[in-house]
């Protein structure tokens, strides 16, 4: 038997006996190597041994490992330093409210010399009509209107026009400074949209962006705006409330004519109840003299007007608006046509929303004076009694009304835009509707000559030699307690030739029809029509007594002609170029003038429209 190898004494020190439990693995560096297929292959060397050992066992660790660092804070970190931000933010506030009380808040003001911005304390406020850009209390800017307090009311037309374009031009700053480009705000708005910057006047007030109206300011201030408004209680109402949403149409127009001016107050007052505003009229500079000479009073609203400087021309969404001749663009331009128009209709029916506004002004607002309207009651039973057939017979006569405006109002039909449209084109419509309504009305379907023969036109111009024409020689005049004289009749009076006698102007009349130049030279002599205006526009000088006397009776002329127009007609033949012509249509009724088609324009083939901007 061979004896033992003592490996004791060996002479190979680096060779070591692995304990019986250690695990011995490849390294990482040899696992792929293949093992030799011989042990005594050249190939196999014990070199990755000795330079590579394996791993040591694995033992039991003294000392706890340390724990690694967690990249999310702890709840309790993120608490305190939010803590610490709230109380830091809470200090700055409370400092910053210190060192700013008393102090004035900044307000952007409309520089006078020009386009810029012009920064001016609170108590400095221009002293004139103009939107401003306020700072609130978080530094925000938003943007007002400002009137002073002691300001005449109402404001000219000229700063009427002035404050409305600056209103957009201060709106498109504000919204500048919170970020907003200019080519996102040239998308249209809305008609109902609200400003979200714009602050009302009492609002501002009440937060300090404006300085309040007190003790002698407030005394001047009622007596600069003193005068009640019609629609407000006879007494001024002191013991009501404020109202809190208002319209108020000021009666003042560049335009001569009268129509215009009324198609607008009647729209006006129906948008106000749609709005839900208290409706007030301001007529202190109107061209026909006060409301109450020609019309009643329009109704008494339950509560009292606001501070006459609280009433803003602009923007849209403004507590208490101001409407006139000089807003109908901001107030009935692009936005409200919009808004009512019926833009996917191409009939009549387009038009019916902005119709029926204008109705419901007409039915609240068309009531003539005392003196007046028995006379055109009379009138209307007159003409009514006079299309009435003997008993037996079977339908009474039908009533042709007339329009026929002249003047400086020319046709739409290019035809005849620089004329007028023909008169025996009234005629011979007047003839066809009275045939359609009667060669077929007897029971039988026959011919009603008695009819026939009790139809008869009622006949309304503004040009005095139209009654006189061949056309219209058996028609009967719309009214006669206010008659306008040609200057045929002006000249009947004669003089004998053979004495000298004083001077007398040139005779007047109103041949031609209406005419805006001759209109606001009512009441003047030769020696004062140099200074007089040659456009439609208001007049440089304030008319007299006897001018405003003339126009009031102008005004009440045109009134009653529409009166018995509109209630005695069973047609009307108009052109629709005259306002007139669309006020017609809006007193006769949507089913009598659209429905039925009794409202007849022969001025080419145009639907009926409201106002004319």
């Not at 560096?29 to 293949?34: A, F, I, M, T, V």
């Not at 060669?439 to 009603?448: I, M, R, V, W, Y």
């Not at 056309?471 to 004998?496: C, H, P, V």
């Amino acid at each position: 038997m061979a004896p033992a190898m003592d490996l004791s004494r060996s002479a190979h020190p680096k060779v070591m006996i692995a304990p019986p439990r250690l695990n011995l693995r490849r390294a990482a560096s040899y696992q792929g190597e293949k093992a030799p297929t011989s042990s005594t292959s050249s190939r196999f060397n014990f070199n990755h041994l000795i330079f590579s050992p394996p791993p040591s066992p694995g033992l039991p660790a003294l000392l706890p490992r340390p724990r690694k660092s967690s990249s999310a804070p702890r709840p309790s970190r993120v608490l305190r330093i939010l803590a610490w931000a709230i109380g830091i933010t809470a200090l700055l506030l409370f400092v910053r409210t210190i060192v700013q009380e008393g102090k004035q808040i900044s307000v952007v003001g409309w520089a006078v010399d020009g386009e810029e911005y012009e920064m001016v304390g609170q108590n400095e406020l221009p002293e004139f009509p103009t939107p401003v850009a306020v700072t609130d209390q978080h530094g925000k800017p938003k943007w007002t209107v400002s009137i002073p307090a002691t300001y005449q009311f109402p404001l000219s037309m000229k700063e009427y026009s002035d404050v409305c374009a600056k209103c957009q031009e201060v709106a498109a700053h504000v919204k500048e400074l919170h970020g907003y480009s200019q080519s996102s705000q040239q998308t249209p708005q809305d008609y109902y949209y609200e400003d979200p910057y714009f602050i009302d006047v009492r609002d501002a007030e009440r937060k300090g962006l404006l300085p309040g109206v007190e003790g002698k300011t407030k005394a001047t201030a009622a007596r600069a705006q003193d005068g009640r408004l019609i629609g407000q209680r006879i007494d001024g109402g002191a013991d009501m409330e404020t109202c809190r949403t208002s319209m108020t149409f000021v009666l003042e127009s560049s335009s001569a004519g009268l129509g215009p001016t009324l198609m607008m107050l009647w729209t006006a007052y129906g948008l106000a109840q749609k709005e839900k505003r208290a409706f007030f009229i301001e007529d202190s500079r109107w061209a026909y003299g006060q409301y109450t000479d020609m019309f009643k009073s329009s109704p008494v609203q339950n509560c009292k007007p606001p501070p006459r400087y609280q009433m803003l021309p602009c923007p849209r969404n403004a507590k208490h608006l101001v409407v006139s001749a000089a807003t109908a663009r901001d107030i009935f331009g692009s936005s409200f046509i919009a808004e009512y128009e019926h833009t996917k209709r191409s009939d009549i029916s387009r038009e019916r929303a902005i119709y029926d506004l204008a109705r419901t002004g007409y039915e609240a607002l068309f009531r003539l004076n005392n003196d007046d309207q028995p006379y055109v009651n009379n009138r209307v039973r007159e003409l009514k009694a006079r299309a009435k057939v003997p008993p037996g017979n079977y339908n009474d006569g039908t009533i042709i009304g007339v329009h026929v405006r002249q003047g400086d109002v020319h046709p739409f039909e290019y035809q005849y835009n620089g004329a007028y449209i023909p008169l025996d084109q009234y005629m011979q419509r007047s003839k066809e509707l009275v045939e359609e309504r009667h060669n077929f009305s007897t029971p039988l379907g026959g011919e009603d000559i008695v009819a026939k023969q009790h139809s008869f036109m009622v006949v309304a111009s503004d040009n005095p030699d139209v009654y006189e024409a061949d056309e219209f020689k058996f028609s009967l005049r719309a009214q006669e307690l206010i008659k306008l004289a040609g200057k045929q009749q002006a000249e009947a009076t004669t003089f004998d030739r053979s004495t000298m006698h004083k001077f007398v102007d040139e005779a007047f009349g109103w041949e031609g029809g209406f005419f805006a130049s001759m209109f606001w030279n009512l009441g003047r002599t030769t020696l004062h029509n140099m200074d007089a205006t040659t456009d439609d526009s208001q007049e440089p000088e304030p008319p007299s007594a006897d001018a405003m006397r003339l126009r009031g009776l102008i005004g009440r002329a045109y009134m009653m002609d529409l009166a018995v127009l509109g209630e005695a007609s069973d047609a009307i033949i108009c052109t629709i170029s005259a306002m007139g012509c669309r006020l017609l249509a809006v007193m006769m009724g949507w089913d009598k003038a659209m429905i039925h088609k009794n409202w007849v324009n022969i001025d080419g083939d145009f639907l009926w429209t409201g106002i004319a901007l």
